[in-house]
Each structure stands twice: as C-alpha cells, then as structure tokens.
C-alpha cells in the first residue's frame, strides 16, 4: 500500500477533520523533506558536472591559445635571429665600421670605405628589415639616422684636391680660409661615427642577448 493508502486507512479511524490533517501533515512531512533534499542533490549534481566540462572546455581553450602564442613567438625569434646574422654580414665590423672607429677626416679619405654603410642605409630602411624586438629595432633605426646624418654631411662637405684622383678631403680650401669651420665639420663627423660605431656595437650585442643566438 502506498503513502496515499494509508492516510486514507488511517483517516477512516478517525473522526474530524482536524485530526486527517494532523496525520497527513506528521506523514507527509519527512517525505516531502526527503524528495527536496534528493531533487536538490540531483540539481547539485547536475550543476556540477555542467561545471567541470565548461571549465575543462576553457582550459582546452587556455592550452591552445598558450600553443599558438608560443609558436607566433617562436617564428619572430627566429626571424630575428636571421635577421641579426644578415646584419652583422651586411655591416661587419672589419668594414665601414672599423673605418669610422679609426679614420681621421682631417685627412684624405675615399668612398669606398663607406661602401657598407651606404648599402645599410639603402636596403635596411625597408619593412623587410624589420625586428619584431622593440628594442632591436629601436636600435637600428637609430643607427639609421646616424647613417644618414653621416653620409649627409661628409656628401657636402669633400671634396678631391687634384682631378681625377681617389681621395677627398673635408672642405679643404676651409681648412685654410676658415680654420673654425673646418674643424667644427671635423668634429661633427667624428662624433656622428662615434654614436654609429657604438650603436652598431650595442644592436648586435644585446641581439645576442635577447635572441641567444
């Protein structure tokens, strides 16, 4: 017999109708506390499981996009790195750059020696060129305009002294006719190849660095 039955059985015993709602409120009351507790189990359950595979799904989601982060930082690593060794070939210390260090402009030079630093400014001002690094890139592109700034100002001011010969001089009638201006453009230069000598030294020092490579 179920719950209903027996209420029913039990209510034919007694009189009034205070005393079936009585018995039916004492009987009905720990199971209908029971089925609460149960359907709130079963909605806790269900909750939770929705849960564990929503978080589950983001930590996939989480895995993934850390992969592909990884990856896409990979492959600018490496573009850089190729880049920094296509640098160092291209503007070798040996080259253009030793000269810098070394040449005195108030003596005879020839253009050739700066066959380097003029194909630098030719070619890497391109987007091809371009660190993903900041920093690098910051870098070269200071020493970009330190180029330009040289190259700028030695194109002005030499000169040859006899026709048809290699070398040049900075302004070299100045040197007598206005000696302070002469060694003001002198000066000029050798501080510019000074910022490009350490410029160039720093990008690919801290190339290595950065890129370990």
Request: aromatic share 10%.
């Amino acid at each position: 017999m179920d719950l209903a039955g027996v209420i029913n059985s039990l209510s034919s015993f007694c009189a009034g109708a205070g005393v079936t709602a009585i018995l039916t409120n004492y009987l009905l009351k720990p199971w209908l506390k029971a089925t609460i507790e149960e359907s709130i189990k079963l909605q806790h359950a269900k909750s939770l499981e929705e849960y564990k595979a929503k978080l589950q799904q983001e930590n996939q989601q989480l895995i993934q996009n850390a992969i592909e982060q990884s990856r896409k930082e990979e492959l600018r690593r490496n573009h850089d790195c190729e880049l920094l060794k296509e640098f160092i070939s291209a503007l070798p210390h040996r080259g253009s750059i030793n000269i810098l260090k070394n040449q005195d402009m108030d003596g005879a030079f020839e253009w050739r020696y700066y066959d380097e630093l003029i194909d630098f400014f030719r070619n890497w001002s391109s987007p091809q060129m371009v660190f993903f690094l900041k920093e690098i890139e910051d870098i070269k592109t200071s020493l970009l305009e330190k180029t330009d700034q040289y190259i700028t100002l030695l194109g002005k001011n030499s000169f040859t002294s006899t026709e048809g010969t290699n070398f040049y001089y900075v302004q070299p009638e100045m040197r007598y006719d206005n000696a302070a201006a002469h060694t003001a453009i002198v000066n000029s230069l050798h501080s510019i190849a000074d910022d490009i000598v350490n410029l160039h030294g720093n990008l690919i020092r801290r190339g290595k660095e950065l890129l370990c490579c």
